[in-house]
């Protein structure tokens, strides 16, 4: 392997630097360090992002807040159908977490879906407890019309 396409190529001189002859013009041209380069900086919070580029003005772009269904989910799993209402929760603190991460599209989704198992928990609760009251007193009911 040929090793001189690493070395930098200088010209060959048989004899010592003569002073007051300038040296030869370099050939190889290096970029400039003082290139301006945008930075970006993002900084963010609940429902705004300000992005702030190098010269430029900083641009504010607002996201809209979406309800947090981490409260509902909570009580759906504590009084009516707990192994959906523990999804409910998990998907809500998920989409928590996507929101304050700056991942609106992922939290809005996953926001309808907490929606979505927390209602069905609250309404097959609903129905399983009504069925569950209604049995107790249908056996009740035909006890005491035994005797």
Do not use: H
Request: glycine fraction near 6%; proline fraction near 8%.
């Amino acid at each position: 392997m040929d090793n001189m396409a690493y070395k930098p190529q200088y010209p060959e001189t048989t004899s010592s630097p003569q002073y007051g002859v300038p040296y030869p013009p370099q050939t190889q041209q290096y970029p400039s360090q003082t290139q301006d380069y945008p930075q970006q900086i993002q900084q963010s919070s609940n429902n705004v992002t300000v992005v702030t580029t190098g010269g430029y003005q900083p641009a504010i772009v607002t996201t809209p807040v979406e309800r947090d269904w981490t409260v509902p989910a909570v009580l759906a799993t504590l009084f009516c159908c707990f192994p959906i209402g523990i999804c409910a929760i998990i998907t809500a603190v998920n989409a928590r977490n996507q929101y304050l991460s700056g991942d609106t599209e992922g939290g809005r989704r996953s926001s309808i879906l907490a929606k979505r198992l927390t209602l069905s928990s609250v309404i097959l609760g609903v129905v399983l407890i009504g069925t569950i009251i209604g049995l107790y007193v249908w056996v009740l009911s035909s006890f005491y019309d035994y005797y």
